[in-house]
């Protein structure tokens, strides 16, 4: 299991987005990628996590894991994103674990499931990713 970003992602590659939201991968392994998201900053109107917030962190930590599918080289773009959202989270943090539906050439598919600082199910999403492989010369 890695816990380290893969050297052959450059560093600078989180995202605004990711920033702007808090989003920290605590685990780099093909087979299980983790990040954390603060429910503070990331709340809608009536103090609930944001469901765009947590459909942004299932985009965010699916789109690594299938990353580092493609390899060094190689890019991914999300076709689509499927949330179901359990149980409202009102404060500090919802971790996200992604885990491998289905890997093939060209398409992956990633479960995400998010749970609050009780480790109660908050949401459930699938994405599915177009890999673009690395070209070979």
């Known amino acids: 299991m890695t816990h380290t970003r893969p050297d052959w992602l450059p560093a600078d ?29 990331n709340e809608q ?16 930590i699916g789109s690594w894991a299938a990353m ?6 190689g890019s991914v773009v ?4 499927n949330a179901s959202y359990l149980r409202a989270a009102t404060s500090g943090d919802v971790t996200a674990v992604c885990t491998p539906v289905r890997r093939g050439r060209t398409l992956a598919t990633y479960l995400i ?10 949401a459930s999403a699938r994405l599915t ?5 690395a070209r070979k010369h």
């Open 78 to 81: 999300g076709i689509e994103l």
């Open 13 to 41: 590659t989180q995202g605004p987005l990711d920033d702007k939201l808090g989003i920290r991968i605590t685990e780099w392994d093909p087979e299980r990628v983790v990040a954390t998201m603060p429910v503070s900053g």
């Open 68 to 73: 580092l599918h493609a390899g060094p080289g």
């Open 45 to 60: 109107p009536f103090g609930l996590l944001h469901g765009g917030a947590t459909c942004a962190l299932a985009e965010s």
């Open 129 to 133: 990713c177009l890999i673009r492989p």
């Open 113 to 122: 499931e998010v749970s609050d600082d009780a480790g109660r199910p908050t």
